[in-house]
């Protein structure tokens, strides 16, 4: 292992230096391993290490690739891994990560909303209904927190929260709201987060938004 974590640094401090940029062959095998001074087999747990990660695009018959490099490829990996670990604990510690960060999102978003973002907000919410099934709401609560994060500009921070968001988890959140008839109450808390936000306020858009995923979080612990 102590050999792959090697080789798997020494391709990454050629990514991190430019020596290979995204999109970018590797260099042939036997090149690539005597330039690092590695063996090919060491440099070929390193590249499948990394493509798993979305770092590197290996593609038969073609060659090995650098990837793009963007934040929501590289965070694909965590988004599945999220969904694979889905029991209760699991969720409600990925559920304190995102009551830490959303907050801040939402405060940041406060100061970069545009009359086209303000818009879609308010679409999202005057086209969701408390009685509506529990995939749209699970859809629009995707929407909106998504809308609000990809606005933070911030792309690892927007793409990292989209990341921790799971439509089974959502799902089973929005269906314990509707057994405590909590539906309703739910989006009038996405109506203020999306008026503090029109307003400029980002301290308000913090407070609402940590109120509001305060009372989700008491869901959550309540539907396990």
């Known amino acids: 292992m102590a050999v792959t974590d090697d080789a798997i640094a020494r391709l990454r401090a050629m990514i991190q230096r430019g020596e290979l940029v995204p999109g970018s062959r590797l260099p042939p095998e036997a090149e690539l391993a005597d330039g690092l001074g590695l063996s090919r087999n060491s ?19 073609s060659g090995t690739y650098v990837s793009s490099l963007r934040a929501e490829e590289l965070l694909d990996s965590l988004a599945f891994a999220l969904e694979m ?15 830490i960060l959303e907050p801040e999102a939402t ?9 086209a973002v303000l818009h879609r907000l308010r679409n999202l919410i005057s086209s969701i209904r408390a009685d509506a099934p529990v995939a749209d ?6 929407d909106f927190h998504h809308e609000i994060a990809r606005t ?12 921790l968001h799971s439509p089974t988890i959502d799902a089973n959140l929005w269906r314990r709201l509707a ?12 109506r203020l987060i999306v008026d503090a936000l029109a307003a400029g306020k ?8 940590r109120t509001h995923l305060t009372h989700i979080e008491q869901a959550l612990r309540a539907a396990g």
């Open 85 to 99: 670990y889905r029991d209760h604990d699991s969720a409600l510690e990925v559920f304190a990560v995102r009551r």
């Open 107 to 115: 405060a940041m978003t406060a100061g970069r909303m545009r009359p």
């Open 152 to 163: 933070a500009g911030n792309a690892y921070l927007g793409s990292l929260l989209a990341a």
């Open 202 to 209: 980002a301290e308000l858009a913090r407070h609402h938004a």
């Open 179 to 190: 057994e405590d008839g909590k539906t309703e109450e739910t989006l009038d808390e996405h």
């Open 43 to 61: 440099l070929r747990e390193a590249v499948r290490a990394l493509a798993m990660v979305h770092i590197l695009d290996v593609r038969q018959g």
């Open 137 to 142: 709401l699970v859809r629009h609560e995707l």
